[in-house]
Structures are given as C-alpha cells and as structure tokens.
C-alpha cells in the first residue's frame, strides 16, 4: 500500500490550500482514510476521517467548519479553508481496517501513512 500526499504549501491567515493523497495497491473493503497532522515538538494528531462503509466525514473540533475531506477514485482530499498559525503543520494521509472500537482520531487504530507534506500559514 502507498500513500503519496501532494498540495502543501506555505499561505497567508485566512488562505485556503487543498491536499491530495494518492492511494494504491489497498483493496480491502471496508476501511478508513484519515488526515493527521504534525507541529514541531507537538504529538501527530488527527484532523478529519472519512470511513468506506459511511457517507459521514469525521472531524477533530479545531478543524469543525474550515476543513473538508472527500474521496475520489484512488484518493483522499482535505480542503483547508479560513487558515490560521496554528494549522501550521506536517500534513499526513493514513489508511487503516476498520473494526470495532476503532478511533479516527487514534495514530495507532491507523497501519499505512504517506510521507506527509508541509503546511505553513503566516
């Protein structure tokens, strides 16, 4: 399985930037694709999930309202809206078997991430 992240880049507060995430080589039926993000010297963290079996996006409360994720053929998006500061980040895709208990915002519920690609708002 890949995941290979493209889209980042560096805007102004109030910019808006749209990540891509290219996935291959996962057939599995029933799964999760979820965005996660990385600040220096902070814990990666969950941002937005969107799961095969719902038609329902997941969101982490910071991000509620400005960020959207979808899927396409292949593919995971985050569209990042009304950025601030503190979105600055590593932006990362993950990929993980959905089962019971399972927690989107949880790093280790995920078994397959991308490299990342980074997110800087000034």
């Known amino acids: 399985v890949q995941l290979v992240e493209s889209g980042g880049g560096s805007v102004q507060a109030g910019g808006s930037l749209r990540l891509s995430c290219a996935v291959s080589g996962y057939t599995y039926s029933s799964y999760c694709l979820g965005w996660f993000r990385q600040a220096p010297g902070k814990d990666r963290e969950g941002v937005a999930a969107?799961?095969?079996?719902?038609?329902t996006p997941r969101y982490d409360d910071s991000v509620k309202g400005r960020f959207t994720i979808s899927s396409g053929s292949a593919a995971v998006y985050l569209q990042m809206n009304d950025l601030r500061p503190d979105d600055t980040a590593i932006y990362y895709c993950?990929?993980?078997?959905?089962?019971?208990?399972?927690?989107?915002?949880?790093?280790?519920?995920?078994?397959?991430w991308g490299q990342g690609t980074q997110v800087t708002v000034s």
């Open positions: 993950a990929a993980g078997f959905l089962y019971p208990g399972f927690n989107y915002l949880e790093t280790d519920d995920y078994r397959f």
């Open positions: 969107i799961y095969s079996t719902e038609n």
